[in-house]
């Protein structure tokens, strides 16, 4: 094979020599043959004529030993490429067309690949990420099944389990960074004994944590996040073995974690963002302790023993889990565990939205290339009598067919280099255009990987919408051809039947992209018309951490906020101030069971559940949320400890449907179990309920408590202000730098971006899905253009003496309207099937729409039949202005 | 004795054969089938080359110059490894064509 090969490359690119030897060869038989007869007594010249005339022709003998020599199939592929460049290059107008309508197509599709490629393909940068998984508490009754976990828990599987080969747990905390620069609020990760085992990774500089690291008094060293090295270090590789200042004590920095790894777990983080620095976790001894109460907030990560396959370690951990339901069930009643891969972990939420622009722009690419093959047939119909002469003078179908498809492929592949730069610039406009953070990438480049999936995309859509052409073509008979002059057959037989076929396949594609697109747009307009319970207008927004060296007693963390905040007040432009401990928008909260005094008293685990939230003073009247029953809090409430909590709408809904909520007490679970028996809180008014987790997401009950009642070291200072709030970002430094120079103010935002930010991916994903809609509608309407037009051009003889028979304009206009509107409505038909049934995958991505909602579904096939309609009337009028007498000369 | 036109593919079987015993440049070849088969069978130069260089193409034959009898360059064709095996099971799927047809002939 190989050798044919090569003797095939010979034969073909030193074709000069193998020429001459060739020549030289049938030259010395000549003349063997020659002397020959000369020794057998002829004279020379009558030699020479006899040799002639038995060796025979010589150019025929050269053709067939070049074609003997394998030069054929290249030689005529350079020949049929050579041609092919001729043809484009004679047809502009096509060529143009067709190439920028698969530059498009196959622009879109890399585009979406590389982001796709990624995100769901790409192998993680962990050492055998298919061994790595994330294990969450699952809370039954509240259908949650990725819940943080309890140390208690995480301790009893670390113990119990056989099926992983190390576990550790992780928990995000944000801490100030002071010394070098401005003071800075920075996250980093704890994490327990072996985490970095776990996840398989060393740190690029340095030689990372020892065992030793994790016993009390060694834990006073951090691994940096390579970003944040350079960012905020310059990538000093002499920080190394120096100390930086956190929360006011000195920690060494033994790494630097690799560039890529950045275990960032959405639904595990307490800060909700990316580890910055990593630190050993020395746990306490009380850590696995259940008699301590039971916080859950460990995001737990595991890594399975070599053969052990996901589905056994998600059935052991479900009997552990199970075990642990029997043995303690005030703590663990209805919780069970979920086990899940770090590939699905990482991208499960965007993998809905990511494999529905993956289809749409598979889409797209059909419409293009149906588009093209469209173009294509109509072009052979004009080359008809091109190719029946090639048949006529000995071509070959098959040679027919590959001259085609040559052709074919010539114009696939301008169409996909152009597409790959289109998609270069694509994907970082793409990348630039998606919220930060949404998808995790900040630039893509091209690599082996694009590369192969272009080619692989260009090929296939190049066989795709060449073939069939090229076997029309090729399989129409000779005679015919040249005889039929008349244009018999109306739409050009089956040619035209197949270019309906293909036009109709369009609308289809169409309808489904315009109505998976019109679902998302009319989702979008719910979601943004969702009332957030809070006025996000003229709210700023930002962190203060208070380290707890400084500020260890709660006295001194209520008296900091107090002054900062009275503080702020006096700044000109401010309206209000107040704070709160998790503010709406940041995917944060703290929820816990509550037990309404009156009500029978159950396990904590099965009563009900309400968030809490710490506020200051005038929060509701900052956040503008309704009081709706009963009264906000009082000056003495908000500066000692009163025993009084106002609940939202919907807290009274779910726990105390058709009672007076005032009046009522509560105990609420926050602190040691026995406090918070003792301390049951009274009701003392009713608030709008707010979305807390974004507009997405259903109010839920909440229960908020004055400062004094529950101090917390980091507080959220939500300012209204009267004008622009981020102008009072720097006079309200300058006030908190006052009070402590060495606090930063961090996560500065305001209210109306988080409002956008937590609409981002929806937003996203529309005018992405939004653009392929409108991509393939234009496409549509140049297809069902030019087969309508084409119909017409062929059919100007027939209308011409329709009219000199006196047929009406009308008639004509009618006539051609009415294939225009078959077409379409075929092609609506069955994509309105196809659409029912592909809609149904979106589900996770609609929000108050139905995947058939018959409004969208009403105005897409609106909107296409009405384009499709243009586009036919164009010609149709073009039809009607036939002259009968030019139309009948025409021939 | 009338000459007979060679059946398809047997041509490939006779240099294969000729080429046995040495090397020999293609005007020798056709010269050795006639002699041999007592001028039956003749090789058209337009059927010999195309043969030769689809043999050598396939690697049952090489060719390299040499210096022909008369002391001209000449290129001359040898058997392969290749080309001997392939000798083996041509003459072998020949003999049992010849045989079966003899046969065919003899009982009807």
């Not at chain 1, 976790?281 to 916080?295: A, E, I, N, T």
């Amino acid at each position: 094979m190989l050798s044919d090969l090569l003797f095939r490359l010979r034969s073909f690119f030193q074709r000069n020599r193998v020429e001459e030897e060739m020549n030289e060869e049938l030259c010395f038989h000549f003349e063997r043959q020659v002397e020959k007869y000369v020794a057998s007594g002829l004279p020379r010249a009558e030699a020479e004529r006899r040799a002639r005339l038995t060796i025979g022709g010589e150019d025929k003998i050269k053709e067939d030993v070049r074609e003997a020599r394998g030069v054929g199939f290249v030689e005529t592929s350079i020949q049929d490429l050579r041609y092919g460049v001729r043809m484009l290059r004679k047809n502009p107008s096509f060529t143009i067309v067709a190439i920028l309508t698969l530059a498009l197509g196959m622009g879109a599709t890399t585009a979406i690949f590389s982001v796709v490629d990624a995100l769901l393909l790409r192998p993680l940068p962990y050492n055998d990420p298919a061994k790595l998984v994330v294990v969450w508490e699952n809370s039954i009754r509240h259908s949650h099944p990725h819940n943080v976990v309890a140390p208690a828990n995480f301790t009893d599987w670390q113990r119990q389990n056989s099926v992983f080969e190390s576990m550790a747990a992780m928990a995000d905390t944000r801490v100030n960074l002071t010394g070098n620069g401005d003071p800075e609020q920075v996250v980093v990760q704890n994490v327990t004994a072996g985490f970095f085992h776990v996840v398989g990774v060393n740190p690029i500089v340095g030689s990372g944590f020892t065992e030793d690291n994790w016993k009390q008094g060694k834990d006073d060293v951090v691994i940096l996040d390579y970003g944040f090295w350079k960012e905020r270090f310059g990538g000093d590789p002499y920080l190394i073995g120096k100390a930086i200042d956190i929360n006011g004590k000195p920690q060494v920095v033994v790494g630097v974690a690799p560039k890529d790894f950045n275990l960032y777990v959405k639904d595990g983080t307490l800060t909700g963002a990316k580890p910055q620095m990593w630190s050993p976790w020395v746990v306490p001894q009380s850590f696995g302790d259940r008699k301590q109460g039971l916080g859950r907030y460990l995001t737990v990560v595991a890594r399975m023993k070599p053969g052990v396959k996901l589905a056994q370690a998600q059935d052991q951990m479900r009997t552990i889990a199970w075990r642990l339901q029997q043995q303690h069930p005030d703590t663990n009643a209805h919780w069970g565990a979920t086990v899940v891969s770090i590939r699905e972990q990482l991208s499960g939420d965007l993998r809905p939205a990511l494999i529905t622009l993956f289809c749409a722009v598979a889409f797209v690419l059909l419409i293009a290339c149906a588009n093209v093959s469209g173009l294509l047939l109509a072009r052979a119909a004009k080359r008809e009598k091109e190719i029946a002469i090639r048949s006529a003078i000995g071509a070959s179908r098959w040679r027919v067919a590959r001259q085609l498809l040559t052709e074919s492929l010539l114009l696939g592949a301008v169409g996909g280099i152009l597409g790959l730069l289109l998609a270069l610039w694509g994907t970082n406009a793409l990348l630039a255009a998606s919220p930060k953070g949404l998808l995790g990438l900040n630039s893509v480049s091209v690599d082996i990987r694009l590369l192969s999936f272009s080619a692989a995309a260009t090929l296939l859509s190049s066989l795709l919408f060449g073939i069939l052409p090229s076997y029309v073509a090729s399989h129409s008979t000779i005679a015919e051809t040249l005889k039929d002059e008349t244009r018999s057959s109306p739409v050009g037989g089956r040619r035209g039947l197949l270019r309906h076929a293909l036009v109709v396949g369009q609308m289809g594609l169409a309808l489904v992209l315009l109505a998976g697109s019109g679902l998302l747009i009319r989702s979008f307009v719910r979601l943004a018309g969702v009332n957030p319970g809070f006025e996000s207008r003229n709210l700023l927004t930002f962190q203060v951490t208070l380290p707890r060296s400084k500020y260890g007693k709660d006295e001194l963390q209520v008296a900091f906020f107090k002054e900062l905040l009275a503080r702020i007040r006096r700044v000109p432009g401010v309206r209000s101030v107040s704070m709160e401990n998790y503010p709406p928008l940041t995917g944060l909260g703290a929820a816990t069971g509550v037990h309404i005094l009156g009500q029978p008293q159950v396990p904590i685990s099965e009563g009900p559940v309400s968030g809490v939230r710490v506020v200051g003073p005038d929060y509701f009247a900052t956040m503008r949320i309704p009081i709706l029953a009963g009264r906000t809090f009082s000056d003495a409430e908000l500066n000692e400890v009163r025993r009084v909590v106002i609940v939202n709408q919907a807290f009274v809904d779910k726990h105390l449907p058709g009672e007076n909520p005032l009046g009522k007490r509560v105990v609420i679970h926050m602190r040691d179990d026995k406090v918070d028996e003792a301390n049951p809180s009274e009701i003392i008014g009713v608030c709008g309920s707010v979305h807390q987790m974004g507009p997405g997401e259903e109010a839920k009950p909440n229960a908020y408590w004055p400062m004094p009642e529950l101090p917390y070291s980091r507080m959220t200072i939500l300012v209204s202000s009267s004008n622009a709030p981020l102008s009072l970002v720097s006079p309200i430094r300058y006030e908190l730098h006052q009070i402590d120079s060495e606090l930063p103010m961090a996560s500065v935002a305001s209210m109306d971006q988080l409002l956008s930010d937590s609409l981002s991916r929806s937003r996203f994903v529309m005018f992405v899905l939004g653009l392929f809609a409108a991509i393939a509608l234009v496409l549509t309407a140049v297809g069902i253009y030019g087969v309508i037009a084409y119909g017409v051009a062929q059919r100007t003889h027939e209308i011409g003496i329709r009219m000199a028979l006196g047929a009406q304009r009308g008639n004509v206009l009618g006539l051609v309207l009415g294939q225009g509107t078959r077409l379409t409505l075929i092609g609506v038909g069955i994509g309105i099937v196809a659409a029912l049934g592909l809609t149904q995958l979106m589900g996770s991505l609609l929000y108050g729409v139905s995947a058939t909602d018959p409004i969208t579904f009403g105005a897409v096939i609106f909107i296409l039949v009405a384009v499709a309609l243009l586009a036919t009337f164009v010609p149709a009028r073009h039809a009607t202005q036939v002259s009968p007498i030019v139309a009948l000369r025409y021939e | 004795m009338s000459r007979i036109d060679l059946p398809q593919g047997t041509l490939d079987l006779l240099i294969l054969k000729t080429l046995t015993l040495e090397p020999l440049h293609g005007w020798a070849i056709s010269e050795r089938i006639q002699q041999i088969s007592k001028e039956v069978l003749q090789v058209q130069q337009g059927s010999l080359y195309p043969a030769l260089h689809r043999l050598e193409r396939r690697g049952w034959i090489k060719a390299r110059w040499g210096a022909s009898e008369n002391n001209r360059r000449a290129k001359y064709y040898e058997l392969t490894r290749a080309g001997r095996k392939q000798l083996e099971t041509e003459q072998d799927s020949w003999r049992r064509l010849t045989t079966a047809v003899a046969q065919i002939l003899e009982t009807t």
